[in-house]
């Protein structure tokens, strides 16, 4: 039983490149949520999906795209990386009610 | 989404009972208490959750008095494999989003 599973684990981009994180869950939750987590800091919430096909915006969602095509897949997506969207970026989901969210273990993003 | 207040940091020594509170002083009538912990370099992790009075697990209490404008997550006996980040939220039943703040890193001494 994987759970949450994100790829990659750690990348090193340039300024302006970019990139697609993955997360993959296996608990057929509806929801799927994508934090960033600074250094000493709390998460906050990027974007989330309440369903397959659809998406809505977080507390920071500028400069990141996501799309959830598969119930089971949430993409988020850097057009064109910056340094400060350096950060670990975790995923999330949630079946709802009074359940908690399970998280994967995070991807380690550097931009250069 | 109500916003929750937690202290910045706590230290504690080992086998000793640890209690975080939370405050949440506009939390609405359908939201749910959270606890989940953090250690470095993983994802958070589920720790407790309840929505009045007290619930209790393998692992920890949660105190909720009758105004639930605050929560207190008790840790009993803990072990240096308690230091971690611990963080208290606050949302609905059937909520679509969720809000942490900054947590509490508890740090347990020998």
């Known amino acids: 039983n994987a759970g949450v599973t994100q790829t990659p684990k750690f990348r090193v981009l340039k300024t302006g490149q970019s990139m697609t994180l993955l997360c993959a869950q296996d608990?057929?939750?509806?929801?799927m949520y994508w934090y960033r987590q600074d250094p000493g800091m709390g998460l906050r919430l990027i974007h989330y999906?309440?369903?397959?096909?659809?998406?809505a915006k977080g507390e920071v969602p500028d400069g990141y795209n996501v799309s959830r095509l598969k119930k089971q897949n949430f993409l988020l997506g850097l057009e064109s990386a910056a340094p400060s969207q350096t950060s670990v970026y975790f995923c999330?989901?949630?079946?709802?009610?009074?359940?908690?969210?399970?998280f994967g273990d995070g991807t380690r993003l550097s931009i250069l | 989404l109500a916003k929750t207040t937690q202290p910045i940091s706590m230290d504690s020594y080992e086998g000793q009972e640890v209690n975080i509170t939370c405050s949440h002083n506009?939390?609405?009538?359908?939201?749910?208490i959270t606890w989940y912990q953090q250690f470095p370099s993983q994802g958070p992790r589920f720790i407790i959750q309840?929505?009045?009075t007290k619930v209790t697990n393998e692992v920890a209490s949660l105190f909720i008095p009758a105004d639930r404008k605050s929560s207190t997550l008790s840790l009993p006996r803990v072990s240096l494999s308690d230091t971690a980040v611990y963080y208290c939220?606050?949302?609905?039943?059937?909520?679509?989003?969720?809000?942490f703040g900054p947590g509490t890193r508890l740090s347990v001494l020998p």
């Open positions: 608990m057929n939750h509806e929801y």
């Open positions: 309840g929505y009045k």
């Open positions: 999906s309440v369903g397959e096909g659809t998406t």
């Open positions: 939220l606050v949302g609905p039943f059937y909520g679509q989003n969720f809000v």
């Open positions: 506009n939390i609405a009538t359908n939201d749910y």
């Open positions: 999330a989901s949630w079946t709802g009610a009074d359940q908690p969210q399970h």
